[in-house]
């Protein structure tokens, strides 16, 4: 068990509509990490946030967005879903910024139909 | 742009035959490779992180090893347990981000 948390563990809805996955990070971990795994393109960074604020963008799309908030658990938000989006996405988390390692949660399987 | 090619994709051992799993990386500045294992179904699970060149850190059966190029994951005597995907990552200076580039991994399994 790596300490970081991810609900729900598995979603299914319909294409155009929205969801929201959720991550809480080990405790006192302050940067959050959210990617997507699909299986043609791996694993794949969308998005970090570190104590609240956004701090780096990867390869997300701009119907998804994301949010840390004060107790630092954070939201990624997918709208208008297709039925590319399906795949598993995962929240990690690490201490700091910088070089150190990042523990994954164990992940939300979404199926967009 | 940052990559990541792992070989081979997937790799058939005996109980107790040695072998290694390569990782070869295209960086521009390296922060920080990192080793992960993943069952199926499960969150990427942290192994190792390397910082520079010569560098080596073992954890029971495996050994990490990195050069300026590429990254090696040596497996000796493995066990059944050890069957999993194995998946490598950089992490590169400059830009802002922290996130990880991650290669799509090497399907290993052991069989008794």
């Known amino acids: 068990d790596s300490g970081v948390t991810q609900t729900p563990k598995h979603l299914i809805t319909a294409t155009g509509q929205r969801v929201t996955l959720r991550c809480s990070p080990r405790?006192?971990?302050?940067?959050v990490y959210w990617y997507q795994q699909s299986l043609d393109q791996g694993l794949q960074f969308l998005i970090q946030?570190?104590?609240?604020?956004?701090?780096a963008k990867g390869n997300i799309l701009e119907r998804f967005s994301a949010q840390q908030f004060p107790d630092l658990h954070s939201e990624l938000n997918l709208s208008s879903l297709e039925l590319g989006d399906s795949a598993l996405y995962f929240c990690?988390?690490?201490?700091?910024?910088?070089?150190?390692?990042?523990?994954f949660g164990p992940g939300t399987r979404l199926t967009v139909t | 742009e940052d990559q990541v090619t792992q070989s081979p994709e997937a790799l058939r051992l005996q109980e107790g035959e040695s072998s290694s799993l390569n990782c070869s990386y295209t960086?521009?500045?390296?922060?920080?490779l990192f080793w992960y294992r993943q069952d199926p179904g499960k969150g990427p699970e942290f192994l190792f992180t390397?910082?520079?060149?010569?560098e080596e850190k073992e954890k029971e059966r495996l050994k990490a090893t990195l050069t300026k190029k590429e990254s090696f994951l040596h497996i000796t005597a493995p066990k059944p347990e050890d069957s999993a995907t194995y998946l490598c990552?950089?992490?590169?200076w400059g830009g802002g981000a922290d996130g990880l580039t991650f290669g799509k991994g090497t399907h290993l399994i052991i069989q008794p």
């Open positions: 405790s006192g971990d302050l940067s």
């Open positions: 946030y570190y104590n609240g604020e956004e701090r």
């Open positions: 990690a988390s690490s201490a700091g910024e910088g070089v150190d390692e990042q523990y």
């Open positions: 960086v521009s500045g390296l922060r920080g």
């Open positions: 390397l910082y520079s060149a010569g």
């Open positions: 990552a950089v992490q590169a």
